[in-house]
Structure formats: structure tokens, C-alpha cells
């Protein structure tokens, strides 16, 4: 058996065809959905996210704002930007480039964006969102690893998902979307002894290390569901996961690729969320 292969570039495709859909009945009637992106300082990886980010938006019909800062800017100034987009009516997410310089207290950052504009889903409340099972903003890669999930067209209901990593932007609101589907959920981190233990005994398996071969072939039950989040460079320095595909494929029925996976999906959500927020605000106004 080879796993079916999960392209998160088609699906990707297909849900930012809905998003440009749904952008443009709401631009038609006075509402297009605005995302601001503030990027600080000059970290050239952040530079390539933001400039993806901006272009989906532009080929979806939502317009964005995007707002480049030195990186000596203070917090306060930054505090003061955010503010100022929480008040615009024509801005409906906002979105902090992280890292930002060390000066900057992220969480204070994170906290001052309106929680109706959080479309990272990252703040306290937004968590609580989740925690408690509430209408919210979920964080756009657990969310696109759920549409991932899916697409293969296997419910979640009464299967074991193990989640490796427990980051508060990936591993542990993975952890809570998973239970919100009816999955039984284990979630492994750098403290557990044995991984292979616990991955063997999964229907479904997401990885978010940042460690490359974290997930070999011996590690997966036959037919498992496996979703590589990790973003990691091999020898050779290409791109690769925390799953070794050559290893796993030949014994999980359906598989990420990376690139191609979680990656395309993260900013699709990222639409979908902004999208919505405005939906919501136009269906206020
Ligand atoms: P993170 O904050 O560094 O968290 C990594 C997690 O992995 C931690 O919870 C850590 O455990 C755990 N871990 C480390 N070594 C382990 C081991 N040997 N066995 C089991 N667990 C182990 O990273 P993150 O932000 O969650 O991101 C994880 C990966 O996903 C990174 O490669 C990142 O680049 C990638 N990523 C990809 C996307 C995308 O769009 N494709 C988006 C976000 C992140 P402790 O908590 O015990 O330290």
C-alpha cells in the first residue's frame, strides 16, 4: 500500500475559489473584507510569509493593508498603529508578523488586537474560544490540518489522534480541534519517553516539531492518516517535514507532502478567517 497523497495545494486552490466567491457578493454590496499586515524589522523569512500572505489576498478580493516598520519602532508606537486598525471600519483582521524585535512584548501585541479582528487566532481569548468550544477564530494551521483531515473523508469520531508538539500556536489547539471532532487525543512532547508508543496506537497522526525524521515508518499504524506540519531542511537543504514520507508512505493510507501540505493551507485559512470576520460584520451592519 502507498498512502494517498493529501495536496494541500488543490485544496487550497478550491477553498480560495470559495473565498474570492464569497469576497466579491460582499464587496458587491459595500463590505470588501480588509486584512492589515504589520511586518517589524527586517527577518527575511518574515519578509517572504508576508509578501505570500499579501498576494493571496490580492488574487481572493480581499484588500490588504500592508505596513512595513523599522525595526527600531517602540511598542508603544506599535500599540498605537494596532489601535488605530482596530477602529477602521474598512479593516476586519489584523495580522503581526512574529518575531517581532526582542524589545517588543509579543503577548502585549497580540492582546491589544480587537478579538472580532484576530484572524491568527492567537489570543488569550481567542484560546479560550477554542478552550470552551465557542464561536472564535481558530489558528490557521491547526485549522487548515483539520480541512486536510477532511478532505480524505474520514470522520474523526471515535478514531485516536495523537498530536506531537504542543505549541500554543499549533500542537495544542490541534490537540483541541481534534476533540472537538470526537477523536480520543494524546498529545506528546519533548518530555515523552516513548513516542513510537503512543504513534503506533493512532488513526490519525500530526506532527509539529520542527525536527526532521521525528516520524519514521516503524512508528505508524498500517492505515494511519498522517499530517506533517513540520518545516525543516534536509542535507541536501531541501524543504522537508517531521515525517519521514519514504518510510511513512508505504504504510499510512493518507499522507501530507512537504512542501504541498499544511503550508498552502495555513494562509488559505488565513482568508477564510478574514473573510468571515467581515461576513460577520457586514451581516451587523
Ligand atoms: P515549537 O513552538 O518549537 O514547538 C515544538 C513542539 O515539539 C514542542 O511542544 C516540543 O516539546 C515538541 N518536541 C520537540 N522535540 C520533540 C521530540 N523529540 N519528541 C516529541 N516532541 C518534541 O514549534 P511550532 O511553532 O509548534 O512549529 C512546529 C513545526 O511546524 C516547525 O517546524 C514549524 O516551522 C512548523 N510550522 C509550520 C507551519 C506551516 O504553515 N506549515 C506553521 C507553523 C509551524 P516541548 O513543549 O516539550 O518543548
New binding site residues.
Partial sequence: MTAQVIDGNALSRQLRAEVAQRAAALTSRGHQPGLAVILVGEDPASAVYVRNKVKACEDSGVRSVFEKYDASLTEAALLERIAALNADPTIHGILVQMPLPKHIDPHKVIEAIATTKDVDGYSVLSAGELMAGLEGFRPC?PY?CMKLIESTGVSLKGKHAVV????N???KPMALLLLQANATVTI?????PD?GYHTRQADVVVA????RN?LTGDMVKPGAIVID????RNDEGKLCG?VDYASVSPVASHITPVPGG??P??ITMLLVNTLEAAERVAGQA
Fill in positions: 494551521t487548515g506531537i508538539g504542543r505549541s500556536t499549533v500542537g506528546c512532547h519533548s518530555g515523552t513516542l509539529a516539531v520542527g525536527r521525528t506540519v513540520g518545516i525543516n517531521d499544511v503550508g493551507m495555513t
